[in-house]
Structure formats: C-alpha cells, structure tokens
C-alpha cells in the first residue's frame, strides 16, 4: 500500500461498536462463546482503539426489531426467554430449537446485537463517521418470523432499514462462506437495496439456496447477486471474483451506502473446512469498497476457529484505519489462545481449489450479464 494511501485511509472518521456489557452479552452465545471478548482484547492489545471513536450500542426495543421482525415471533422469543423455556412447542414454528437454541436472556442479546448495527447505522446516517463496525453483527440467516443458523435477529436487516432513511440505494455485500439468505429474502422484491453474496454452494451445505440463477422477484429482478463456489479458493482467485462483480454492481446499480458482511469462516483453519482463504485476500475485498468513499456499515458473521477470526478482524480494522500491525501478537489477556506460532498472519493450507478456471469464468460472465438488466 502506497504511503498517500495509508495517509488518506487514517484520515477515516470510524466508529466502533463497544461497551463492556455489549461484549459480555455476546460472549454468551454458545456458538461462539467468548469471540467478543477475543476479538475486542485483540484490537486493544494492537492499539487500534486510539484512531476510532468508541461508539456505546443502545439495546434495540421490540418497536425497533419489528421493522424487520414480526410481533408474533419477538412476543415469543421474549417469552421464553425469560425462563429458558426448551419445550415451549410453538418453538419450532419460529426455528428455534436445534441449531438456534433455547436460553434464558436470549431476547436480551438478540435487542444487544440489533441495537448495536442500528446504532452504528444511526451515526452513518447522521454523517458522524465514514466507518461504522460492529464485529460482533452480521447474523444474517434470521428471518423476520423465524431464527435460523444461530442467527436470532437480523441485525444486518435492521442496518439497511436505517440506511434506507436517508440513502435511496443500499448495497448489501456478504462475503461469509454461507449464503446471506435471510438479507436476501427480506429484499428480493424491491430495487432499492442490491444484495450480492459470495458463498459455498453445495447439495447438502446450509443453508442450500444462492445459485447464480437466483437474481430476485417482481420489481427487484436482477437486484439480488449469487456468486456460487467450491471448496479450496484462495486469495488470489477470490479477489478476482470479487473485483470482476463488484465493479459492475458499482456501476450499474451506483450505491449511496454499503453494509458490508465479513464473515471469517472462509479463512483458512476453520472447521467448516471449506474455503482456503486469509485475512489478506479479505483486506484486500475490503480495501476495493472503501475506495468507493461511500458510508459504510461492517459486519462480522461466521468464525469458528475463534483465533484466526480474532485474527481476521484485528487485520480488518487495520486496513480500516490504514494501519500496519506487528507480526507478532502482543501480549493480552487471550495471548496462549494463539499458539504455537503466536503470529498475526494465517497460512493457507494445502487442500485442492476446486473452482476451475472455466466454470468461474462462467459464473463471472453470467452475473456480468444480469447486472446489464438492472435500469
């Protein structure tokens, strides 16, 4: 990165999303227990905290949650939240049960994770910050009546919404190893919000839908991008990928705001074993968006190997920032979670890339070709 680059990147007015509380009550989730507070010591330990303005997330109320939500389904996740309630049957009409669990003061975080993107969405609105991130969103296979995937609440949902207040045209772009189904599905009628998605696709992966053929209904047709993958991609093909999409959502569809979903189980190392990618070739998705100069929203997601997720977003909020950080990881409370090397940087490992050249090229030139239908 040139140095005017770097110069022209701290000059970023960012917002971060942080309280104590807000990183407790994440660390709760049983799928990612203690992630919150890994990713936050990191960033601290790195320094970054000092070049952003700590913004305190305000729990999002149940009038908040039902612009997206419905009644029905937040009257029940209240309701047996309170007591941890595991053998309530409505449950399993509202998709809680097996892969999102039942406990007490799960409303509370699902109002901390959706207050937390409004609230950052809220200071891009009012033109506090270029930059807004909140690591511990991004939750994005929730429907408004239904949880899915670990996902409670649609916080990311909740950031466009707020968005659309002021912006006429958001771009949704989710670079997760899962497809953003639930962002999806809540703007596959409408021209104002484009969301792009690159994913595995897979019989049998969850959550099964995102084919390139899938591209929106009514007057959102061609408004919504599938970027369908195999397993084994890295860096370098990815951003390929990426840029040759990216270049022409910007174009035709010219966004005023972008929610960016940054989800790590791509990286190299997570158990989804999957993707082969590193925080590098993410940074480097990154950095193409924020090129754009456009109010940003960023979003975590996905991340199993805690470590390397921790890792990710540390190097993420570097880029952010237009800061080099040590190789070296700084001594902090989770310092012995990053061993044996105790190094910022993931190595690829050495599985297959199953994405050949000429079906990428076509999956490129298809979506290419969609996106000349978008008026």
Not at 56 to 80: C, D, N, R, V
Not at 175 to 197: N, P
Request: charged residues 20%.
């Amino acid at each position: 990165m040139s140095d005017d680059h770097n110069l022209r990147n701290v000059k970023r007015n960012v917002d971060y999303i942080y309280s104590p509380e807000y990183v407790e009550i994440c660390d709760s989730l049983s799928k990612v227990q203690n992630r919150a507070s890994m990713v936050h010591s990191l960033i601290e330990a790195y320094g970054l905290t000092k070049y952003m303005k700590i913004l305190k997330p305000q729990a999002a109320s149940m009038e908040q949650m039902a612009a997206f939500h419905t009644g029905s389904y937040l009257e029940h996740l209240h309701k047996i939240s309170q007591d941890g309630d595991n053998d309530d049957p409505q449950s399993s009409d509202f998709g809680l049960g097996y892969d999102c669990p039942v406990v007490e003061g799960i409303f509370d975080y699902a109002a901390a994770v959706g207050g937390a993107s409004l609230t950052a969405a809220q200071s891009l609105v009012d033109g506090k910050c270029d930059v807004a991130i909140n690591w511990a969103g991004g939750w994005h296979h929730a429907k408004k009546d239904e949880a899915s995937g670990f996902c409670y609440v649609n916080d990311a949902v909740l950031g466009i919404l707020k968005l659309r207040e002021k912006y006429d045209r958001v771009l949704y772009i989710d670079v997760d190893l899962h497809h953003g189904d639930g962002v999806e599905d809540a703007f596959t009628f409408t021209s104002k919000v484009m969301t792009v998605s690159l994913h595995k696709f897979s019989p049998g992966f969850f959550p099964g839908t995102g084919d390139v053929t899938d591209t929106g209904l009514g007057k959102g047709r061609w408004y919504t991008v599938n970027v369908p993958l195999e397993d084994g991609i890295g860096d370098d093909r990815y951003y390929h990928v990426f840029t040759s999409v990216m270049q022409q959502v910007q174009t035709m569809f010219n966004p005023e705001a972008v929610v960016m979903q940054l989800g790590a189980d791509t990286i190299a190392g997570d158990p989804m074993c999957s993707f082969n990618m590193t925080p590098v070739g993410i940074g480097r998705c990154l950095q193409y968006v924020l090129e754009w100069e456009l109010p940003t929203l960023l979003l975590g997601g996905g991340g199993y190997n805690l470590a390397n997720t921790a890792r990710c977003w540390v190097y993420l909020t570097g880029t952010v920032l237009g800061q080099s950080l040590a190789s070296e990881i700084p001594d902090h409370e989770f310092f012995t979670e990053y061993g044996p090397d105790y190094s910022l940087e993931i190595s690829p490992s050495c599985r297959p890339d199953r994405n050949e050249a000429q079906h990428v090229d076509r999956v490129i030139s298809t979506v290419r070709a969609n996106l000349k239908n978008v008026v």
